[in-house]
Structure formats: structure tokens, C-alpha cells
């Protein structure tokens, strides 16, 4: 099994206050990009937005995982955006969009994104867990 907590850098726990869906991506970039040390957190962002313009990410509960395939990035990480009263995500949703996973890896490792973006969506699933993301301290 994949051990997400591993990908999750010291800083990568968000509740940034974003009027758009874009401004919250960015945030969730920069935060990878300090958690793992890559210069370029702009990179990232326009790497996820261009995924964004493909394909939606809102996976449904609350939850939606864009991400990000960047040439060069060491392997994977993440970063994880909660609001308890939902984030602008610019999908009309049933509920509000309460956690957004962010999850950047390197461009070449095609079934890596693949198996991440399953284990993610497939552990987000879990109400309890949804609940204590939500909840957490920082």
C-alpha cells in the first residue's frame, strides 16, 4: 500500500483563505515547492492548471485531487487544502469542496501518477478520514 503521510512535506497542511480556484492551486504549489526544496513553484502551478483545462478533478464527498506532472520533480508529493465551509472550485458541486489534494510528481513516471491518484481518491473515500483531515491541528 502507498503511504501517503510519506509525501506529505512539514508545511503542506493548508487552510489558505482563496478567492478562486486558481489562488488556491497556487498556494498548494508554493507549499510543495518549500516542503521539497524546487525552485520554481510557478512550474507546478502551470503544470496542474493545464491538467485542470483536460480534465476535472472534483472526485465527489467534498474532495478533489488535481494535479501536476513536472519535468525533472524528484518523485511524488503532496499538499492537502482544507475548509470546512468549501473552497471556490469552479464546478457546481452538491456540497462544498472541503479538501483539495494537490499531487505533483516527476512528468516520466506515467503509472506513478496513475497508482497515487488511485490511493488518494480511494482513501479519501473514507468519511472518518475526511473528517479528521478537516479537524486536524495543524
Not at 510543495?32 to 502551478?45: E, L, N, T, W
Not at 499538499?79 to 510528481?105: M, Q
Amino acid at each position: 500500500s502507498l503511504h501517503l503521510g510519506r509525501l506529505l512535506g512539514p508545511t503542506s497542511l493548508l487552510q489558505p483563505a482563496v478567492a478562486s480556484k486558481e489562488e488556491l492551486i497556487r498556494a498548494l504549489s508554493r507549499a510543495v515547492a518549500q516542503d521539497r526544496g524546487f525552485p520554481d513553484p510557478d512550474i507546478i502551478y502551470r503544470c496542474a492548471l493545464d491538467r485542470e483545462a483536460v480534465v476535472n478533478t472534483y472526485l465527489g464527498d467534498g474532495v478533489a485531487v488535481p494535479h501536476a506532472r513536472v519535468p525533472g520533480f524528484d518523485g511524488f508529493a503532496i499538499a492537502i487544502a482544507r475548509s470546512a465551509s468549501g473552497f471556490p472550485y469552479g464546478v457546481e458541486t452538491s456540497e462544498p469542496v472541503t479538501i483539495v489534494t494537490l499531487l505533483v510528481g516527476d512528468e516520466a513516471q506515467q503509472s506513478g501518477h496513475v497508482r497515487y491518484l488511485a490511493a488518494i481518491a480511494g482513501i479519501l473515500k473514507d468519511e472518518n478520514l475526511r473528517r479528521q483531515i478537516l479537524t486536524a491541528a495543524d
